[in-house]
């Protein structure tokens, strides 16, 4: 009876070791899927992905008992967490703005987004390079599309302005006699939230007709995935349109609107960084089910339906 008995206490014990530690797996996961989507752009996901593999090699050194190879794992991990609370600041304390709040549900949901740009704002936008291509006056406008941009992207942040979107302040802004033309102007919707925003310049070998605006554009939008720049050339007059990197010249004003509006009519839902809770749960139950099957060797749905 005793003999029993200890085997019964020592399986129970074994069985809350695992369970605690499932539990502690649990716990990880949760607060990793916060995190995540709190984030606000893809680039910065793959920041916190490496940061999660140093932290698995750190354990499974430990586990192995690697006692050189974990020291060192972990010391990179502490300079790295370090270095990422400098990096996502802005991330860090919306996430413990909420925590604070009470508002544990919204750190499950994804940031939501401003609605698409309006035409009339296009209009005016087209309307300005139209004006500044015929007058062969430079020009340099940045154009917010999925979400905001981190004036960290930018080499100077500019001066604020937070004004309505026209033409004619467009075409002031860049005239050779103001002090803000030299730089760009930064458009989030219907706003102009900066003028003269220096942009850091493309390290691509670009051709010798191409001037410091345009290896600005395709710095920015080679850096920052969530813009457009459209630069009009101070000694041609050509209208150009950066997007990742690329050029796309020269452009009419028509074929610009065009290209505008194609772009922002698309349908301005981000790709989040996690899935959402059911559809996450989806994706892990069919995957169990599918491995379930499998291993016992059992016929799927598909296969049922066709017998």
């Avoid at 919707?189 to 691509?204: F, K, Y």
Wanted: with cysteine.
């Amino acid at each position: 009876m005793g003999y029993f008995w200890r085997q019964w206490l020592t399986s129970l014990g074994e069985t809350q070791f695992w369970l605690l530690h499932l539990v502690d797996f649990g716990l990880v996961l949760i607060f990793t899927y916060a995190v995540l989507m709190v984030i606000g752009e893809r680039r910065t996901l793959w920041m916190v992905r490496g940061f999660i593999t140093l932290m698995l090699a750190t354990a499974i050194s430990s586990w192995l008992r690697l006692e050189l190879l974990s020291f060192v794992l972990n010391k990179l991990v502490i300079g790295s967490a370090v270095a990422m609370a400098v990096i996502l600041q802005s991330e860090f304390r919306r996430f413990l703005e909420q925590l604070g709040k009470g508002e544990f549900i919204q750190l499950f949901q994804p940031a939501t987004l401003p609605a698409p740009k309006p035409d009339s704002v296009i209009d005016e936008i087209v309307d300005a390079v139209k004006e500044l291509s015929q007058n062969r006056t430079g020009a340099l406008l940045i154009l917010e599309t999925t979400g905001p941009i981190d004036e960290r992207d930018f080499s100077v942040p500019g001066v604020k302005l937070n004004a309505e979107v026209s033409k004619e302040l467009l075409q002031t802004i860049f005239q050779t006699t103001t002090l803000l033309h030299d730089g760009a102007v930064w458009i989030r919707m219907s706003r102009i939230i900066a003028a003269g925003v220096i942009l850091p310049l493309s390290e691509r070998t670009a051709s010798r007709q191409l001037g410091t605006r345009h290896r600005a554009a395709m710095g920015i939008t080679d850096r920052v995935e969530n813009c457009l720049c459209v630069v009009v050339s101070e000694e041609t007059g050509s209208i150009s349109l950066a997007e990742r990197g690329s050029l796309n010249r020269p452009l009419t004003s028509s074929k610009l609107k065009e290209l505008l509006e194609a772009k922002f009519s698309q349908t301005q839902t981000r790709d989040p960084v996690a899935p959402d809770l059911r559809s996450l749960g989806r994706q892990i139950s069919s995957q169990a089910s599918a491995l379930v099957s499998r291993v016992l060797r059992l016929p799927d749905r598909a296969s049922q339906k066709k017998k």
